[in-house]
């Protein structure tokens, strides 16, 4: 296709400015999302010696699998499913922490065919975030005398992420 090819044949890449995050079990609607930052993994790496070895240099074996925090970026947005998940994980009441499976992907915005707006990559751009729940929830920094937009900051703990094929 031509408009995914720079005047060399080389395709260009794809930015990173337009994603969708979703929790496909909440109901209502989406918050739209400025900025997601936070993805990463890490394996510890385990070293030991075992007493009769030859070498003085500890063997390497790999650990536990440790993710960090998600942080989450939205405009304020009015009465949806994803500010009630939000709320139910903050509360003091809570009971048992509603945990939720949340998906990221990263979108390719050339346009594709007249009537198409946006089309999800193939490959491995979905990060989906499994057992997730709100870790902090920031509320927007209000001041009269500017006229920036309410951005609220969301930050999820998750227990694996997967990268699909």
Not at 34 to 52: K, L, P, Y
Not at 64 to 86: A, D, E, R, S
Not at 126 to 139: D, M
């Amino acid at each position: 296709m031509a408009n995914d090819m720079n005047n060399a044949g080389m395709a260009y890449p794809l930015t990173k400015m337009n994603f969708l995050v979703s929790v496909p079990d909440l109901a209502g609607t989406m918050a739209a999302f400025s900025e997601v930052t936070g993805i990463e993994a890490s394996v510890d790496v385990v070293e030991f010696r075992q007493g009769n070895a030859h070498s003085l240099a500890p063997v390497k074996i790999p650990g536990l699998v440790k993710h960090g925090n998600i942080t989450l970026k939205m405009g304020y947005t009015i009465g949806n499913g994803f500010k009630k998940w939000i709320q139910e994980c903050v509360s003091e009441t809570r009971g048992a922490m509603p945990r939720k499976t949340v998906t990221i992907e990263l979108l390719d915005i050339r346009d594709k065919s007249p009537d198409s707006t946006y089309e999800t990559i193939q490959g491995n751009i979905t990060w989906i975030l499994k057992e997730a729940w709100v870790a902090k929830y920031s509320g927007p920094d209000l001041n009269a005398s500017t006229s920036e937009v309410a951005i609220e900051t969301v930050e999820l703990a998750y227990e694996e992420m997967t990268i699909p094929d």
